[in-house]
């Protein structure tokens, strides 16, 4: 269980983080401020879409910039100083 369970998280977030708590996982995928904020609070390590995306491109299964590309045409948000300081280094 989340301590204290932050009422600022949707049901989604504090599921997840629950349940990474509970599983003792190393790792817990977020992209909302407050939920990454939260489960970091519970010590636990964070990576977001973009770091997914990140590593699937280190590892050759997927081409970052137009991941990145579509990822743009979705309601996903990120900030655009983000998504550019990614692309220069790709």
Do not use: N, W
Not at 41 to 56: D, K, M, N, R, Y
């Amino acid at each position: 269980m989340i301590h204290p369970a932050p009422t600022s998280l949707d049901a989604g977030e504090r599921e997840r983080i629950a349940l990474a708590l509970h599983m003792k996982a190393k790792l817990v995928l977020l992209d909302e401020a407050r939920g990454r904020k939260t489960a970091m609070e519970q010590e636990l390590s964070v990576t977001g879409t973009i770091g997914v995306l990140e590593h699937g491109a280190r590892r050759g299964l997927v081409e970052f910039a137009e991941a990145i590309g579509r990822l743009r045409k979705t309601t996903f948000r990120a900030s655009p100083k983000l998504l550019e300081s990614l692309g220069r280094r790709r």
